[in-house]
């Protein structure tokens, strides 16, 4: 394979953005491979990042997966007290007002876990 610009000389790649064959003298290194120009490795550069945004929004790589502990944690707790409420009401109903307030408190802590979760898909989206 012989260089594009070049015709007399041996390609050592091709463009990873036009596909046109370089050899040592134009090519230009860059992340993830070699481009022939600078507007290749301006457009190049865009593909990256673009792929990059993709992969975040669609939780590929390095993102995790699964919800965030903003999101776990307060939705166990609500769970717990839930738990607790229905446990002490079962018991004994002079436990009302303890009764009331765990399930405030389950309410509060499954709200928080609500918008913790719809902060987290909002960051999903626009990063
Ligand atoms: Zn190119
Ligand atoms: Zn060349």
Not at 16 to 38: D, M, N, W
Not at 60 to 81: C, D, E, S, Y
Request: aromatic share 8%; hydrophobic share 45%.
């Amino acid at each position: 394979m012989l260089c594009f610009t070049h015709r007399d000389t041996q390609a050592l790649g091709v463009c990873k953005t036009c596909g046109k064959a370089v050899c040592s003298a134009c090519l230009r290194q860059v992340e993830g491979g070699i481009v022939c120009s600078e507007a290749c490795e301006n457009e190049h550069r865009l593909m990256r990042e673009m792929n990059h945004r993709a992969f975040k929004i669609y939780g590929i790589g390095t993102k995790q997966r699964g919800l965030p502990n903003t999101v776990i944690a307060p939705l166990l707790m609500g769970t717990g007290f839930a738990l607790g409420a229905a446990l002490l009401g079962v018991t004994d109903e002079h436990n009302m007002p303890i009764v009331l307030f765990f399930l405030l408190m389950s309410s509060l802590m499954w709200l928080g876990a609500f918008l913790a979760w719809r902060k987290y898909r909002e960051n999903g989206i626009n990063v």
